[in-house]
């Protein structure tokens, strides 16, 4: 199938996509906040600049495209028919990249959790598998509040 747009409103498209601060990753950080959790910002001296790092239990939230890393989901399915000589090599170094980077973290004594852009469209279920994944005692350190079992 050929491609509707034109050249130049799909270079403009595609120029307009962000690495960082995605709407994904914005709702993932606003509902993390939200749960009284704080974090630093795609730091620096991991590899890969993870977008959610939380140092003190050593924890990191990688937010990821399901079409640009290859998710199992539908979206990530979908293959470009246009120019795919030069996509799909380009969403395979994403993917390899991505692993590599996990591997990293992983060695480094980061425990990693990746959440789907597809995932983030369920806003309770989202909000738990975070709420599973972060220690509730970093919740109570940050804010000073005590959990009921304390």
């Not at 090599?89 to 993917?95: A, F, L, Q, S």
């Amino acid at each position: 199938m050929a491609d509707w747009l034109t050249q130049e409103q799909r270079h403009r498209n595609m120029a307009a996509i962000r690495a960082k601060d995605t709407k994904p990753e914005l709702l993932v950080r606003k509902l993390v906040f939200g749960l009284g959790y704080r974090y630093r910002l795609h730091a620096r001296n991991l590899p890969g600049h993870p977008d959610l790092v939380f140092p003190g239990p050593r924890k990191i939230i990688d937010v990821r495209g399901c079409f640009w890393h290859r998710h199992t989901c539908k979206d990530g399915a979908r293959t470009p028919e246009t120019n795919a000589g030069y996509w799909a090599p380009k969403i395979e170094r994403n993917v390899a990249r991505d692993r590599e980077n996990e591997e990293e973290w992983k060695r480094l004594g980061w425990d990693v959790l990746v959440l789907w852009e597809c995932q983030v469209k369920d806003r309770e279920a989202l909000k738990q598998i975070i709420l599973g994944f972060l220690p509730e005692r970093l919740k109570e350190q940050i804010s000073g509040e005590k959990t009921p079992a304390n």
